[in-house]
């Protein structure tokens, strides 16, 4: 089992930043490959970025801004997400999630075996 627990989200006006981080515990966190996602209210959930177990390579879906980063520190067994210039449209839960090695599905989003909580990001205008 894997435990990740979001935090960093929070109320922010519309051009500001975040970065939202991901603590994991459990397992060897460097076996995961680590994503985020978002869902909000009424609409579906949304893959955001992934980051390899290395963490020396990073996706993020065609309709994903750049203003997405995602970067990892295997040695606080931490994921983040940086945010810059949030748009109201950026209002949503992030979840952060980890994958197992064996596949490159994370890639697309898909395969994770690990959720975590989500952290609330709303962004006023």
């Known amino acids: 089992q894997v435990q990740l627990v979001e935090s960093g989200g929070g109320l922010v006006q519309a051009g500001g930043s975040l970065r939202l981080s991901c603590a994991a515990s459990g397992r060897t966190f460097s076996n995961y490959a680590m994503g985020w996602f978002r869902q909000a209210p009424g609409k579906e959930r949304e893959f955001v970025s992934a980051?390899?177990?290395?963490?020396?390579?990073?996706y993020y879906p065609d309709s994903a801004a750049s203003r997405f980063t995602i970067s990892r520190d295997n040695a606080k067994n931490t994921v983040y997400l940086q945010i810059n210039s949030l748009k109201p449209e950026d209002t949503a839960i992030y979840y952060c999630?980890?994958?197992?090695?064996?596949?490159?599905?994370?890639?697309?989003?898909?395969?994770?075996?690990?959720w975590g909580q989500g952290t609330q990001v709303t962004v006023s205008s």
């Open positions: 980051i390899s177990r290395s963490g020396g390579d990073t």
């Open positions: 999630a980890a994958a197992a090695a064996g596949s490159t599905r994370y890639m697309r989003g898909q395969g994770y075996d690990y």
